[in-house]
């Protein structure tokens, strides 16, 4: 679906620049929201909350559309796989990757999952193989990794956060990689596969949200910054702007897309400052840069006529929080 777009004739900018903004400050802010809904719910619980939000406002919407999501058992359960790597198990480790560094750092992290998508889809589909310029694109944005962590430090590396949030990343490289594998043939729209795959996510946290220790006290209050902070992540994080990313990537392309990937560090790093007056270290956003290349290289088109690889990686899961 994404490499159909991809070759579309891009429209008039302001058919899909607004919608291309608005999706980068939701994604953007997602580490804002998850820095808030920290301060009285447990990662699990920052999880199944987002997801559980997230789907209700997916399900919404094809409701008002009269939309019925047409998948067989085989379709489902393949959405599930994908929905694993996706939307399952890096939204816990994001919120657990928090509690141990500033959104900063986490945003400036999350940057690396092309790195990984490319990695892994260079491994696990034989016609996808890499070009020297993503070769190149993974060595560099390792090093950029190096850079942004301040590996010269290493009392100062915030081991427990970095590998939790590197953990997150990886994660959405697979299922990016899985969703490429398993999901070439259903036949859906962007909204009823988000929702069906937040869905299976909500029914796969549930049970660990349930078992969690019981948020603190007025968490879930009307005026808690935790509430608010987790309805935000599930209704601009995790549901609307999916919407509004394939827009822009029906619009404009696949590369005007994907090239959102450079904007939500920069509005994570703004709110962090401002917001949670969190403190940015010299090397985090030179890093950063470094990350950014690599990507670019990586998302660079290995061969002319390369089926799918010719697509950047355009899962949304890449580009969240």
């Known amino acids: 679906m994404a490499a159909a777009w991809a070759g579309m004739t891009a429209a008039p900018a302001r058919a ?7 999706a980068a400050v939701s994604w953007g802010s997602s580490f804002l929201f998850i820095s808030l809904a920290l301060r009285g719910l447990s990662p699990v619980q920052v999880g199944f909350g987002r997801v559980l939000v997230g789907a209700a406002v997916l399900w919404g919407m ?30 816990v480790l994001i919120p657990l990757a928090q509690q141990h560094i500033t959104s900063i750092l986490a945003s400036l ?14 491994l696990l589909i034989p016609h996808e ?13 390792a090093l950029g990794i190096g850079v942004l962590l301040g590996a010269w430090d290493i ?8 590998a939790l949030m590197l953990a997150a990343t990886a994660c959405y490289g697979i299922g990016s990689t899985m969703s490429r594998m398993l999901l070439a043939r259903v036949d859906e729209g962007p909204t009823a596969l988000s929702a069906v795959q937040i869905a299976i996510s909500a ?12 948020p603190e006290a007025d968490a879930l209050a009307l005026g808690s910054a935790a509430l608010w902070g987790l309805l935000a992540l599930g209704v601009l994080g995790t549901s609307f702007t999916y919407v509004l990313f394939w827009k822009v990537v029906k619009l404009a392309g696949a590369t005007t897309a994907a090239s959102v990937t450079y904007v939500v560090p920069v509005v994570a790093t703004v709110l962090g400052i401002l917001v949670l007056h969190e403190e940015l270290r010299w090397h985090e956003p030179v890093g950063a840069i470094v990350v950014l290349v690599g990507v670019w290289l990586a998302q660079r088109t290995p061969r002319p006529g390369t089926r799918r690889g010719a697509t950047p990686a355009l899962e949304p899961g890449e580009l969240t929080g």
């Open 62 to 91: 094809l409701l008002v559309t009269r939309h019925r999501p047409c998948l067989t058992t085989r379709d489902v359960i393949s959405i599930g796989v994908a929905a694993l790597g996706l939307s399952t198990v890096p939204f």
């Open 129 to 141: 193989r890499a070009s020297r310029a993503q070769v190149v694109g993974l060595v560099v944005g």
């Open 16 to 22: 899909w620049v607004p919608a291309f903004i608005v």
């Open 155 to 162: 009392d100062g590396i915030p081991v427990v956060g970095a």
């Open 203 to 214: 029914a796969l946290l549930l049970p660990f949200a349930v078992v969690a220790p019981a």
């Open 109 to 122: 992290l999350n940057a690396t999952v092309p790195l990984w998508t490319a990695l892994f889809v260079a």
